[in-house]
């Protein structure tokens, strides 16, 4: 047994192999034993340490990952380097050949090695083998001297924390240490995280954080928490609040589900240092995005019914604890992130309400008590949002307002509310009360919609209180109440009707799409025996021609014997002969004049006569300008002179001479669009000229490279072939002769397209396959790809007999590629030209060019090109807010919301968008060319004589007749939905030619979506207007509304200054102090200024004090 002496022979950075696995030589050095870690006596690596060693996780190997350094310590000097280390450089190559076998397979064993790949490193000699495993015992001894140092005390008495790995935490974790090492274990962890870089933080991540989770998981599922086990828990959160201080952390604490349910398990009164934390976590989770406060009100809400009590009930009691005024800041904080963050007002209303219900409203005067500057801002957000939500609320309510305070007819409603009122008031069910009427001011102020809203809520009220039982309802129950609404089905909107609906027209669409491609095959079916029918009768004509024919041809029979009476002799001098020409060639005279007759006008004067007559007066006339007709009855367009200059419309003008008589531009009329008032906003919005500026990007592409491998050298196939035959013969598994018989069968139910593409594909050539058939005896002896190659040689027309095989699998994923694109073309153009809304808006958009366009080159045109309608948005309005096609948009919502009904006729412009003809047109001549080859495969096909061999007998009887009639259904309709698109182009006046399907179709679909875009926009824009107006009319009004309290206030107090009776003033002081006028004051609905009804406040205090003077 030889000695390397170490790790020689190994350059810096060199991969050592192992394997399917290269270890780095730097990181697998023989330099890294420090003492404590590894036991050495007498030569002999002690077993205690191997097991020790290999027992790491196998991850520790795998990744190689270099120690991160603290700062302070990211140069270590030689002199830091312990004794052992030395140690190991002088005994590493020492170990006997037995204990390089022992930790050859353990490490084998620790890098997770299957079978297959452990044997060829067990081939290796035995000097690779040491140099492999000293340099794993050198790379595991890093992870291992925090395990050892452990066992004198844990990782908290090593002597820098922060230079412990990741791995060596994940492993303390793992290994179930006692509480108390693991609470020093968690404080050693938080200051990692808290000092190392965000890569630590990474490293620990992957698996550290799952163990954190599940040791406070343990925790928090003691019934029976000792002190060691709550300090652990508040290290915990510790650990986790350092660990998603970063954004890697935050995005992996909410990508966990059970995080958040922890962290909410952990909010425990009776923890006040660890539940300060634990809020102040759960609030900046909730501030962080939207989506975080469904999971956080989830996660709590989960917790509480752990334990059956209001999921708000805990966050409350944390602000029942004044001897720590942190953990009411940071409760207060809480509650402010969960009730500011949503959007909408009914769910920030309900959530502040259900706080005041757990009794945030009895808590919320101690607080503002307390002289504290943080908890005072939080106190101040909590009552600004408040008064916010409040003022928004106020805005629904002005219907409300205006209806029972200004008709004063209500009074039994009055009555009533105010006798509950006096039943509740001062009592736990007024804060309910509250939030059942704050709950109805929410509902929709809608005519036809409010009225069954309080149908529904008077009937489930019905069926609470009222029970023919006399016992009162389970209010522990928080299923579905069984209330009967088949009264209101006629009245309500049902969504469940509504999704039954839309399954029905989605079902009628498609029953509709089926029925058109069948009326669509069965005319195209009609075409061609109407076809068959022409060529028939034709066939028929020529038949009967070539009868007569032959009837004048054939000769008269011969004369009967002895009886026959011959032909007469002709005449005599034969036939009559031609006159003669006349002399010299020339013409004929004119035959005589008729008798009586005029005489014939003299002939024209020869050349050089005498000129024709001057004009009247000598002088020459100009010629008149020749205005050319329009065709087809056109009228001229009429010409608009406008008082400003307009923003031009550049559309393609069409000339007259292209429009056909049937064309939709001979019958527009949009004069009918011409008015004042319209010609008036034109002005307005378009008055001036300005430019859109485009912006361009540019993308970049990226490529990958592939590798390749080496294979055997072969006799008859080249390397790649048979590596490419190999692998398809490795993920099929299929002997050789059962793919073979499966070929020859035909059989669909083993057959698959992957089977058949991936033959065709890696299967040799035919010259290839005959060398490998004269092999046929030297079978054994040949390489696998090789061997079934000779199998595949005997079958006849291979190659022929795949690509036929290949079609009929691949046939109904044709077809099913081509007739949806056939049909969706076709009804598209039959859309088109039955829209009527569609028509409209080319008349309206035609109007609206001409009369912008008065004065320029493209003025009075009697059409546009159809691709123009995509570039209605290019002209932008003078103050650059909107464009003409938010002015067409609003323009028809306005006046002419029958146009609006265009993008629903114009369904199917989308999918036809998508349709390429010239893909089209290649795929079904690709499916005629298979199809003629399969015809003639089948008619050349040599008989053969093995009863296995089936393909003439499927492909020919089952598969090419019904094949060639699809074709045919296809080509018919295809050729149907080409004539629809030329007519279509004659309609529109556009080159079919030259404007491609897609392109045409694609136009018309972008400008269906964006019109459809610009009605959502206006509708936006007008709502944000309304907004912005309701909110600048709210805040004057609040303005008002506060001017006129502190008025009536101070009316108030000196009314009451003026009274004669004694203590009156006492009363009204007491009532201002307690805030019990305010209250109600801010309780009520304020009524409009115009209203001489006495308030409710001064009423309560007349009556205070009446009640007081009688008592008197």
Known sequence: MGSTGGCEGAQPGQLIPTGQRDIPHHVLSCSAIKPGAVGWG??????????????????????????????????????????????????????????????????????????????????????????????????????????SMNKMGGLKNSKHECTLSSQEYIHEL??????????????????????????????????????????????????????????????????????????????????????????????????????????????????????????????????????????????????????????????????????????????????????????????????????????????????????????????????????????NVCTDVNEVFHLLYNMLKDTSSENYFLSILQHFLLIRNDYYVRPQYYKIIEECVSQIVLHCSGMDPDFKCRGRMDVDFTHLIDACVDKAKVEESEKKAAEFSRKFDEEFTARQEAQAELQKREEKIKELETEIKRLQTQVIKLNHTIPPPPPLPGGAIPPPPPLPGGAIPPPPPLPGGAAPPPPPPLPGGAPPPPPLPPFGGPPMPPPLGGVPFAPFPVVPALPHGMKEKKKYNLEVAMKRINWSKIEPQEIAENSFWVKAEEDKFEDPELFAKLAVTFGTQMK???????????????????????????????????????????????????????????????????????LPEQKELNALAELKDEYNDLAEPEQFGVVMSSVKMLRSRLNGILFKLMFEEHVNNIKPDIMAVTLACEEMKKSESFSKLLELVLFLGNYMNSGSRNAQSLGFNISFLCKIRDTKSADQKTTLLHFLAEI?????????????????????????????????????????????????????????????????????????????????????????????????????????????????????????????????????????????????????????????????????????????????????????????????????????????????????????????
Not at 51 to 66: C, F, G, H, M, N
Not at 141 to 147: D, E, F, L, N
């Open 42 to 147: 007498g030569g002999v690596f002690s077993k205690v340490a191997r097991d020790r060693i290999t027992s790491l996780r196998r991850s520790a190997v795998k990744k190689e990952k270099p120690l991160i350094q603290h700062p302070i310590d990211s140069q270590p000097s030689i002199s830091e380097i312990p004794l052992a280390q030395a140690l190991a450089d002088e005994r590493c190559m020492n170990l006997s050949e037995k204990e390089v076998m022992d930790l050859f397979e353990k490490m084998m064993e620790d890098m997770n090695l299957n079978e297959e790949r452990k044997a060829p490193l067990r081939d290796k000699d035995l000097t690779t083998k040491r140099e492999m495993v000293v340099q794993y015992i050198s790379a595991t001894a890093k992870s291992v001297i925090p395990v």
């Open 174 to 407: 793992r290994s179930g240490i006692s509480e108390d090492k693991l609470l020093n274990c968690l404080e050693s962890l938080r200051v990692s995280l808290t000092s190392n870089p965000v890569s630590w933080v990474n490293n620990f991540g992957h698996e550290g954080l799952g163990l954190l989770l599940d040791e406070l998981e343990k925790l928090l599922d003691k019934k029976q928490p000792e002190s060691i086990d709550k300090k652990n828990q508040h290290k915990l959160i510790q650990c986790l609040k350092a660990f998603m201080n970063n954004k890697y952390g935050l995005q992996r604490i909410l990508g966990d589900e059970r995080s958040l349910l922890l962290l909410s398990r952990a909010i425990d009164p009776k923890q006040p240092h660890m539940m300060t934390e634990t809020v102040k976590i759960l609030s900046a989770i909730c501030i962080v995005g939207e989506d975080n406060l469904d999971k956080i009100l989830g996660a709590i809400t989960t917790a509480a019914e752990r334990h059956n009590r209001e999921r708000f009930s805990h966050i409350v009691e944390g602000l029942e604890n004044h001897e720590f005024l942190q953990l009411q800041v940071a409760c207060m904080q809480l509650i402010n992130a969960l009730v500011t963050s949503p959007d909408e007002l009914d769910f920030r209303i309900h959530l502040r309400n259900e706080f005041l219900r757990c009794g945030l409203k009895k808590i919320l005067p101690d607080l503002k008590d307390k002289e504290n500057e943080e908890l005072d801002i939080q106190l101040k957000v909590f009552d600004e949002n408040k008064e916010e939500d409040l003022i928004e609320l106020s805005h629904r309510l002005n219907d409300i307002r205006s209806f029972y305070f200004l008709n």
């Open 692 to 762: 859109a500026k485009k912006t361009v990007e540019d993308s970049e592409e990226k490529k990958a490279a592939q590798s390749k491998k080496r294979i055997k050298e072969l006799r008859v196939l080249d390397g790649k072939s048979a590596q490419n035959l190999s692998i398809f013969l490795g993920s099929f598994r299929l002997p050789y002769e059962e793919i073979k018989n499966i070929i020859l069968e035909v059989d669909e139910e083993k057959l698959s397209e992957s089977l058949i593409q991936n033959l065709v594909k890696n």
């Open 892 to 1112: 028809c919502e306005e006046n002419y919301r029958d146009i609006l009904k265009f993008p629903d006729e114009l369904h199917h412009v989308e999918s036809a968008s998508k349709v390429s003809a010239q893909t089209l047109k290649s795929n079904l001549d690709s499916m005629n060319h298979q199809i003629q080859r399969l015809e003639n495969d089948i008619e050349n096909f040599p008989k053969t004589q093995d009863e296995h061999d089936k393909f003439v007998e499927k492909m020919s009887i089952s598969f090419l007749h019904s094949a060639r009639e699809q074709y045919e259904k296809l080509s018919n309709m295809h050729n149907n939905m080409t004539k629809l698109y030329e007519n279509l182009g004659e309609y529109f006046t556009f080159d079919p030619k030259a404007i491609s399907i897609e392109e045409f179709f694609g136009d018309l679909s972008n400008f269906r979506t964006l019109f459809l875009d610009a009605l959502k926009e206006n509708n936006k824009r007008r709502e944000l207007e309304e907004k912005t107006k309701r909110a600048k009319l709210a805040k004057e009004k609040a303005e008002r509304e506060k001017l006129e309290r502190q008025k009536k206030k101070q009316q108030l107090i000196d009314m009451n200054k003026e009274g004669d009776e004694t203590g009156v003033m006492d009363s009204l002081l007491e009532a201002l102090q307690s805030g019990a006028a305010f209250r109600d004051r801010r309780k009520r609905t304020p009524r409009p200024q115009d209203t001489t009804r006495v308030p409710i406040v001064v009423e309560m205090a007349f009556k205070t004090l009446l009640h007081k003077v009688y008592l008197s």
